[in-house]
């Protein structure tokens, strides 16, 4: 054999060798492993406003922060009016696989089927609680696969079966330092427990044509006016769905019926000095579909006329693009709601929750992103100590946006730092 074809075949095993090189890397020497796929459980309700932004928001995390060819398949609860629609103007790439778990324990469609044997990482999205506690058993069960907890808050001690399956999980992100020092308490062994805002805190959508359309017609004119958003102690469930109350519901309820008018006679004093100091506008706002009703009864119809007049209420439900639209026009925004403060903050809108001790420890984020002078515990303030506060931020606007963009730095490097988890564990 001549020397010239010796020479030809190590070329040959070079160059084959440098192609299978080049084809692991890109052209900066970054990896082109096989694009991972993650399936999030999220999408809890479409009925508030702030339970459709937990699916967005955590998107926008991964998108963010995540490799660009990351696919994400998103397994919901519920998308309808309107909102697949809107997550896949946002998230074009976005695959929905609808579906149960069967009582084998199994995917019962073909789409979640398919999510399960194509998805390297199951992600429980940031809620109340482990809300598809039953869907991660499923999934570990039936793949073996790791899965992770994306920012939920956790009432008490945890069961043995919650235990387990918390142990298991590759990451556990509480969305509030309550959450996480309980399951601290009670030695949960995940390698990575930590705080993990909601995710609701990186919503993307925005909707400004509707928002200026809106506040136009009603002689809203930006930052000039402030958004106000009721809430009585206890969800009433059974009339949103038109159906009987259960008797936990009744009791519920009652209580609801009974703290309403005192809870919202704080928030309505708030309403009365800022129009009469200011002389500017009140927008009043839901976040749920059921508090158009409890605007009008409670914040809107007691007010004095001179009052009144400078007082919007709006009578239809939204959506999230709008309503942070609208958010990012208010001077500020005062709510017993949780979720509109989170939107506010996300378009650099200073906000105020007023908590009720119904309520779970999710307003103990608040405190968590460092805006401790910004929570009220409603049964321990008064309607002029939450005036006070407001009245100082509206005077001294641009050391309140200072203070707010300090807790958005923070809320960022937190959500990076979850990605960053999530990418590791897609990668091992």
């Known amino acids: ?25 890109d052209s900066f020497g970054g990896s082109t492993a096989k694009p991972r796929t993650i399936l999030l459980r999220s999408s809890w309700q479409t009925v508030n406003i702030g339970d459709i932004g937990h699916t967005p928001g955590a998107l926008q995390v991964f998108k963010e922060y995540l490799p660009k060819d990351t696919r994400i398949i998103l397994w919901p609860s519920s998308v309808d009016n309107g909102v697949a629609e809107l997550l ?6 976005l695959t929905i696989a609808k579906g149960g778990i069967d009582e084998t324990g199994k995917p ?21 609680f482990l809300l598809a506690q039953a869907h991660v058993e499923a999934w570990r069960k039936q793949t073996g696969k790791p899965y992770g907890i994306f920012g939920i808050t956790v009432g008490g001690k945890p069961d043995d079966q919650l235990t387990d399956l918390l142990n298991g999980a590759a990451f556990v992100y509480l969305r509030d330092t309550i959450s996480l020092q309980v399951l601290q308490e009670y030695g949960i062994k995940s390698p990575v427990l930590a705080f993990g805002p909601d995710a609701t805190f990186a919503i993307p959508f925005r909707n400004d044509q509707k928002a200026s ?16 958003i009721p809430r009585l102690r206890h969800t009433p469930y059974f009339k949103i769905h038109n159906r009987e109350a259960t008797p936990d519901e009744a009791r519920r309820n009652a209580i ?9 006679a704080k928030v309505r004093e708030v309403m009365i000095a800022w129009v009469r100091k200011t002389g500017l506008k009140v927008l009043s706002c839901p976040e749920m579909t059921y508090e158009m009703a409890v605007a009008k009864e409670l914040l809107v119809d007691p007010l004095p006329d001179d009052v009144k007049k400078n007082v919007v209420w709006r009578e239809t439900y939204w959506l999230p693009d709008e309503a942070t639209s609208v958010y990012q026009r208010a001077r500020a925004l005062v709510s017993l709601e949780m979720h509109s403060p989170i939107m506010a903050f996300q378009v650099n809108t200073p906000a105020f929750l007023v908590r009720t001790p119904t309520d779970t420890s999710k ?14 515990e409603i049964d321990s303030t008064t309607g002029p100590q939450i005036t006070d506060r407001l009245m100082g931020v509206h005077e001294n606007y641009p ?3 200072k203070k707010l963009a300090k807790a958005r730095s923070f809320v960022a490097d937190r959500q990076q730092e979850m990605a960053k988890t999530v990418e590791k564990v897609i990668r091992a």
Request: net charge negative; aromatic share 12%; hydrophobic share 45%.
């Open 1 to 25: 054999m001549s020397s010239l074809t010796l020479q030809r075949r190590d070329f040959l095993r070079q160059t084959a060798s440098l192609t299978a090189f080049l084809a692991a890397t």
């Open 88 to 93: 896949m103007a946002y998230f074009p790439g």
């Open 108 to 128: 019962n469609t073909p789409e979640l089927r398919a999510a399960f044997e194509q998805a390297d990482l199951f992600v429980h999205g940031s809620g109340p």
């Open 213 to 228: 359309t809106y506040l136009k017609a009603n002689g809203l004119v930006d930052k000039e006016f402030i958004c106000v």
């Open 256 to 264: 609801a019926e009974q703290f309403k008018e005192q809870d919202h």
């Open 363 to 376: 307003g103990q984020m608040w405190r968590d992103v460092g805006l401790s002078d910004w929570i009220f």
């Open 399 to 401: 050391a309140a946006l």
